[in-house]
């Protein structure tokens, strides 16, 4: 791993991944502002003490959005 500082793990996530798969229970990492693994709820998760653990009491925790909507034939 890199500087823990930026590193931390979402736990107790509903997780939705974006593939269109059923959301399911887990964790995710992040290292250095990256997704770095994500867990299901059954596994053991090793870190070491440095990693910032945030329980998100089983808020959702989904890919970002994005707006696309434009109009690029517009002019000004």
Partial sequence: MTDATHDFLLSNGR???GLGNDSFSGSVLI???RI???YASAEAIE?????HRIDVGGMTIMPGLIDSHCHIS???
């Fill in 47 to 51: 870190l070491p003490d440095a990693v």
């Fill in 74 to 76: 517009f002019d000004e």
């Fill in 31 to 33: 290292v250095s502002g």
């Fill in 15 to 17: 997780i939705i991944d």
């Fill in 36 to 38: 770095s693994r994500v």
